[in-house]
């Protein structure tokens, strides 16, 4: 009797625990699911060519999220395009390729020859931001003239400080910074960069180059649903919505030109849905044929104890797409904290995401 007994109460816990788990475990199971996150390199490759700081970078990100499982919560997948010349079709194939799967959360375009640290990704993703973006050395030689007048001009200032400023004053960022209304123009009527980053080391800007740069996949979506009209069909891959591709306009001095580059004709798209761009100024990539660059040397001269902050960063507007009083309008908006349209921070995807 004593055994039955002793049965009747093992089997009547077993049948409790498995009434327990059927409750809880799903709820667990769906909050882990609901907290992974699936960053998807995205890199345009013409030629299959890529550099070997590219190559070294990514093999260490796979190695730490994949091999390593360093961050159970972040998953990693690749995707290149090899055989599309023009850069702004790649590019607009790949936003394709990222809301072909439902499970992709973040957009990592990197180009082929940016060499970056993984901890950039894992602070890039915990950020919440819905675009963020690293700063990057452009190509061409450096302003030598420039470096010449700095270098006689700041003889006395400390040896690492001296190596900062002309490592990054002599070679320009893929950076359009906007401009800070509060201060004084210049005598030819310029108004001088905003150049103070938020708490979190992160800068507001009017456009930065695509070769590091974050984009949440509800940015994605909504540049996808608004911009259907841009649609074209590639004999490859089928219909594509070509946001990145530049286009004649007409700036606020009457001029008709066209955009700079496909970086500038999506950003403006972007921001014309009331979109932000936001830069991370506590680390920058390295950009293949030119020096080792840290961006984050390119704040340090700013500071106010650095003999050096005297020197202006000019705001120039790549369009002349805004007028002072267009400015001053975005400014006041965004000082009163009126609503523009731009994505909230903590959007997530929800379930109307694009699937193609």
């Known amino acids: 009797m004593a055994g039955r007994g002793r049965s009747r109460l093992k089997a009547a816990l077993l049948l409790l625990l498995a009434a327990f788990a059927s409750c809880i475990l799903p709820r667990h199971v769906a909050a882990q699911e609901k907290a992974m996150k699936q960053v998807f390199i995205a890199s345009p490759m013409y030629g299959g060519k890529l550099y070997h700081g590219y190559f ?15 961050r159970p ?3 990693l997948v690749i995707s290149t395009v090899e055989m599309v010349s023009e850069i702004a079709v790649a590019r607009a194939i790949l936003c ?3 809301l072909s799967t439902a499970s992709n959360t973040h957009m990592f375009f990197i180009d082929n020859d940016i060499s970056f640290t993984t901890e ?12 963020l973006a690293a700063a990057a050395p452009l190509h061409g030689p450096p302003n030598w003239d420039l470096l010449v007048d700095l270098a006689r001009s700041n003889r006395d200032i ?24 509060d ?12 150049l103070t980053p938020d708490e979190h080391g992160h800068l507001k800007v009017q456009a930065v180059g695509m070769g ?10 909504r540049m996808w649903r608004s911009y259907q009209e841009l649609t074209f069909r590639h004999q490859q891959y089928g219909d594509v919505v070509g946001f990145f591709h530049n286009s004649l306009q007409k700036g606020a001095d009457g001029s008709i030109h066209s955009a ?46 650095n003999p050096a902050r005297d020197i202006q960063i000019i705001y120039k507007s790549w369009s002349h797409e805004f007028t002072v009083d267009e400015l001053r309008a975005m400014q006041a908006a965004e000082a009163s904290g009126a609503p523009q349209g731009r994505m909230r921070e903590d959007q997530t995807p929800g379930k109307d995401r694009i699937e193609l």
Do not use: C
């Not at 970086?263 to 030119?290: C, M, P, Q």
């Open 158 to 181: 400390p040896e690492d400080q001296m190596a900062a400023l002309l490592q990054t004053s002599g070679y320009p960022l893929n950076v359009d910074f906007l401009p800070d209304l």
């Open 260 to 305: 700079a580059s496909e970086y500038h004709a999506f950003w403006k798209r972007w921001r014309s849905l009331g979109g932000e761009i936001w830069v991370d100024t506590k680390e920058g990539v390295n950009h293949t044929t030119r020096a080792t660059f840290d961006a984050a040397h390119f704040f340090e001269k700013l500071k106010p104890e």
């Open 56 to 70: 070294a970078s990514v093999l260490a990100a796979m190695n730490h999220f994949s091999v390593m499982k360093a």
């Open 183 to 194: 201060k004084p123009r210049d005598a030819e009527g310029r108004y001088p960069a905003r």
């Open 120 to 131: 950039m990704i894992e602070r890039f993703v915990d950020s919440n931001k819905p675009v």
């Open 212 to 221: 590091f740069v974050m984009l949440v996949r509800p940015v994605v979506e």
């Open 96 to 98: 394709k390729f990222f």
């Open 73 to 75: 919560d972040i998953t």
